[in-house]
RNA sequence: GGAGAGGUGGCCGAGUAUGGCUUAAGGCGUACGCCUGCUAAGCGUAUGAGAUUAUAUCUCCGAGGGUUCAAAUCCCUCCCUCUCCGCCA
C-alpha cells in the first residue's frame, strides 16, 4: 500500500510506476473520491462537535434536574443528519480502500525500466559451469522412477512431487543444512502455520492480485501459504515494536503451495515448476535508513549458500516490468542447470520497504520518542528446494548415472554418491 | 464439538452491576531534567494510536451492526485467546 499523502500530491509518480510495472492505475477515480471524502468529513465532524456539546448540557442539566428538552430535540436531529452523511462517507472510503490495494510499490529509481525479464540486468555472474566427457542428462531422466509422477499424480493430481529413495533423502539434507546455516547466521528460528488467514495474505501483497493463483479453503476462508513470506512477516501484523528491537532477523521452513494457473507447458517437467514445493525463507524488518544495506547483505548471505553448495549461479537486478507487485528492488538468483543448459530461479530477495509494513501496520517506536514509523520488510529465500536439487543433480552427475554430493553435504553426513 | 471465563494504550491493568464530572485511573516501560563521585537508587516532568481543518477538532476500548439526546458500559452477529470436558497423531 502506498502512502495516501503521495497518492493525493504526486499522483503522477504512481501512474508512472504502474506503467512501469504493467499495472492498471485507478488513480483518477481514487483522487476524485478523496476529494469527496474530505468534504463529507468536515461536514460530519462539524456535527459530532455540536452534538457532544449537547450531550455535555443536557448532562449536567439533568444532574442539576432541569429539563434539557431543546437540546434532546436538536441533538436527535443533528444524529439523523451525521447518520445519512456517514452513510455515504462509508461507501466512500471502502471503495477508497479498495483501490488502494491495488496501487503497486514504486520501484527504486536505480531499478532498470523495462518490459519484462530481457531488461533485467546481469549483476554478476559466479563459478564456472560444470563440463562433462557425456551429454549431461537432465535430472527427470537421472531421477527415473524416484521422482514417482505416477504415484504424485494419482495422489494429488500433475505437477505435484513425490520423491522416493535418495531423492527424498537428498531434500531432506539440504532443508536441514540450509536451516542450520541460518540458524548459525544469527537469524532467528521459526516454525510456521502452512496456512495463512485473508488478512495475512492482504497485508504482504498477494491478494487481491494474486488471489486467483492460491490454493483457498473456502469453507474457512483461508489459504494455503504461497511462500514462508506470508507467515513470517504477519508475525508482526499490527504491533508497535521498539526501536530496539529492530532490526528483526526470522526464517524458517514452509512448503509452497501454487496452483500456477495459467503457465501450463512451461517449464513444467520435472521439478522445474510445480504446485507445491519446499522453501527455506528469510525475512527482516529493519529501520527505512537500514534496507538497502540489509538487502545487500542478504544477497551476500545467498551467495554465500550458492558457493557452499558448488552451484555456478549468476544475480539479476530485475526490472520494472519483472518486478513483483509489492517490491521496491529485487535481485534474482539464478543456478547453472547442466542437463537443461539453462539457469533456474532459486532465490528472489527483495525490498519491500514500507509498501508491507503500511498494509499490515508494522512499526516501530523511535528510541529518541516522536510518533511510531513503518519498519521497512525484506525477504529472501534461503533457498527454494525444487530447483537447487534439480542444479545439484544435473551438475553433479557421473556418466554411471549417479549423483557426485558438494562437500559440504559430503561432510555433513558422510555420504559422497547417490545413486 | 460441548461448557465456562476473557479481549481496554508499547506492556500490565481499573472502569462494565446503576449509560452522562472518563479529554480511560494506576502501574511498568520509555524520553528529558534534577540529584548522586561513579552501568544503581531517588525526585520531577512528559508519554496511546489515527485523520486534516493542526495553539484546534474529530475518531478509536477485538470486528461489525443496533438501541439512545448520549455507549468501553445495554442488545445482536462474528472473530480470537485461556480453562475444563470430548475426540484424535
Redesign the pocket.
Known amino acids: 500500500m502506498l502512502d495516501?499523502?503521495l497518492l493525493?500530491n504526486e499522483p503522477d509518480k504512481v501512474r508512472e510506476a504502474a506503467e512501469n510495472k504493467g499495472e492498471p492505475c485507478p488513480i483518477d477515480e481514487w483522487l476524485e473520491l478523496d476529494e469527496k471524502r474530505?468534504q463529507l468529513?468536515?461536514e460530519?465532524?462539524?456535527l459530532?462537535?455540536r452534538?457532544?456539546?449537547?450531550?455535555k448540557e443536557?448532562?449536567s442539566l439533568?444532574?442539576e434536574g432541569i429539563k434539557a428538552d431543546g437540546?434532546?430535540i436538536e441533538?436527535?436531529d443533528?444524529?439523523k443528519r451525521i447518520g445519512s452523511i456517514e452513510k455515504d462517507l462509508?461507501v466512500t472510503y471502502t471503495r477508497m480502500s479498495e483501490l488502494e490495494l491495488y496501487f503497486p510499490n514504486i520501484p527504486d529509481t536505480d531499478v532498470p525500466i523495462g518490459r519484462d525479464e530481457t531488461s533485467n540486468q546481469i549483476v554478476k555472474t559466479v563459478g564456472e559451469k560444470p563440463s562433462f566427457d557425456h551429454a549431461p542428462l537432465p535430472h527427470w531422466e537421472i531421477l527415473g522412477g524416484l521422482l514417482d509422477q505416477e504415484a504424485s499424480g494419482s495422489i494429488a493430481g500433475s505437477n505435484f512431487i513425490l520423491l522416493r529413495g535418495w531423492a527424498a533423502w537428498l531434500q531432506r539434507t539440504l532443508i536441514s543444512w540450509m536451516m542450520d546455516f541460518n540458524f548459525r547466521a544469527g537469524m532467528e528460528e521459526i516454525w510456521l502455520p502452512f496456512i495463512a488467514n485473508r488478512e495475512s495474505m492482504t497485508s504482504t501483497g498477494q491478494i487481491p492480485k494474486l488471489e486467483y493463483d492460491m490454493y483457498h479453503i473456502e469453507k474457512d476462508d483461508l489459504f494455503l501459504v504461497p511462500t514462508g513470506e506470508v507467515p513470517l512477516t504477519n508475525i508482526y501484523r499490527d504491533?508497535?515494536l521498539?526501536e530496539k528491537d529492530l532490526p528483526i532477523k526470522i526464517f524458517g521452513y514452509s512448503p509452497c503451495f501454487r496452483r500456477e494457473a495459467g503457465s501450463y507447458g512451461k517449464d513444467t517437467r520435472g521439478l522445474n515448476r510445480v504446485h507445491q514445493f519446499e522453501k527455506v525463507e528469510m525475512v527482516r524488518m529493519v529501520k527505512p535508513d537500514n534496507s538497502e544495506a540489509s538487502l545487500t547483505e542478504m544477497t551476500y548471505h545467498v551467495g554465500n549458500m550458492l558457493e557452499l553448495l558448488g552451484l555456478s549461479y549468476r544475480v539479476s537486478l530485475l526490472s520494472t516490468g519483472d518486478l513483483s507487485f509489492a517490491a521496491a528492488k529485487c535481485y534474482d538468483f539464478e543456478v547453472w542447470s547442466a542437463g537443461q543448459e539453462k539457469w533456474l530461479e532459486v532465490s528472489s530477495v527483495s525490498n519491500f520497504r514500507d509498501f508491507q509494513s503500511r498494509r499490515g501496520m508494522i512499526?516501530y517506536?523511535p528510541?529518541?520518542?516522536g510518533?511510531?514509523r513503518y519498519v521497512h520488510t525484506l525477504n529472501g529465500s534461503g533457498l527454494a528446494l525444487p530447483r537447487i536439487m534439480a542444479a545439484l543433480i544435473e551438475n553433479g552427475q557421473t556418466e554411471s548415472g549417479k549423483v557426485a554430493l558438494p562437500k559440504i553435504l559430503a561432510e555433513r553426513t558422510g555420504i559422497k554418491v547417490l545413486g
Open positions: 495516501r499523502v493525493r474530505h468529513l468536515t460530519t465532524e462539524d459530532r462537535k452534538r457532544n456539546e449537547l450531550s443536557v448532562s439533568k444532574r437540546q434532546i441533538s436527535r443533528i444524529g462509508n504491533s508497535i521498539q512499526r517506536k528510541s529518541g520518542g510518533k511510531p
